[in-house]
């Protein structure tokens, strides 16, 4: 069974630091990780995803995420938080040996990022 | 230029109605996808669907039936609307391989039941 987990249901940061949104994940085979984020009111927009290769992912609005394998854990990071960076953030994984309705992808709980000015 | 749509944007029904929200993208993908995002905010598949397979979550009652008349459109129909049918629903889309594509999200359906 795949499993994801995000601890924080809430992230603040003031603008201009760096922020971390947290992600941990369980699988039996390799995981397919991948992160969204949600505006409100909005459906969600892909930001970047890891298949395999270089752990350190880069993806849209600047944000990257670092694959850690040992500490099974998928960590969304920026170097630099913008107000507009606020929104509603979802860690998702895919198990590369699941099969049947198990090999869908399995949102977290989301984790609320606001960015103060 | 929209690259996956839903209508309605928004839903208000009785209970006990039938209802349907539509969902076309534009992407030429070859899967489609209906999630149900709860007032919490948790996100769950419901169905994913292409042109040779269904594949459903168990946990889906049998009152929920995907409906695709052609690749580019998965419909969502709801028989006999309970109060806990009421979320946000959600249709996406992907090409390519099934573990590694990419899902693009539709702006979502808000259903109020009533």
């Known amino acids: 069974a795949q499993s994801v987990a995000q601890p924080e249901d809430q992230v603040n940061v003031a603008e201009g630091n760096p922020l971390t949104v947290k992600c941990t994940y369980s699988?039996?085979?390799?995981?397919?990780l991948f992160w969204y984020v949600q505006y409100p009111n909005r459906g969600l927009q892909f930001l970047l995803k890891?298949?395999?290769?270089?752990?350190l992912v880069k993806g849209s609005y600047g944000f990257e995420a670092e694959f850690n394998k040992s500490q099974t854990s998928f960590h969304l990071k920026k170097p630099s938080a913008l107000v507009s960076d606020s929104a509603l953030y979802f860690c998702?994984?895919?198990?590369?040996?699941?099969?049947?309705?198990?090999?869908?992808?399995?949102f977290g709980s989301g984790t609320q990022l606001t960015v103060l000015p | 230029d929209t690259a996956v749509s839903q209508t309605p944007k928004y839903l208000v029904t009785q209970m006990g109605n039938d209802k349907s929200i539509k969902c076309e993208q534009n992407?030429?993908?070859?899967?489609m996808y209906w999630y149900k995002q709860d007032s919490k905010k948790f996100l769950k598949i419901m169905f994913s669907?292409?042109?040779?397979?269904?594949?459903i979550n168990e946990t889906v009652p049998n009152r929920f039936s995907p409906k695709s008349p052609d690749k580019a459109h998965l419909n969502l129909h709801i028989n006999s609307l309970e109060l806990g049918d009421s979320a946000v629903y959600f249709c996406?889309?992907?090409?390519?391989?099934?573990?590694?594509?990419?899902?693009?999200f539709g702006p979502g359906t808000r259903l109020t039941v009533l």
């Open positions: 699988v039996s085979g390799n995981p397919y």
């Open positions: 996406a889309s992907s090409q390519g391989t099934p573990r590694t594509d990419t899902q693009y």
């Open positions: 992407l030429g993908h070859d899967t």
């Open positions: 669907y292409n042109n040779k397979e269904l594949i």
């Open positions: 890891y298949i395999t290769g270089d752990n």
């Open positions: 998702a994984v895919r198990d590369s040996i699941s099969s049947g309705s198990a090999r869908q992808l399995t």
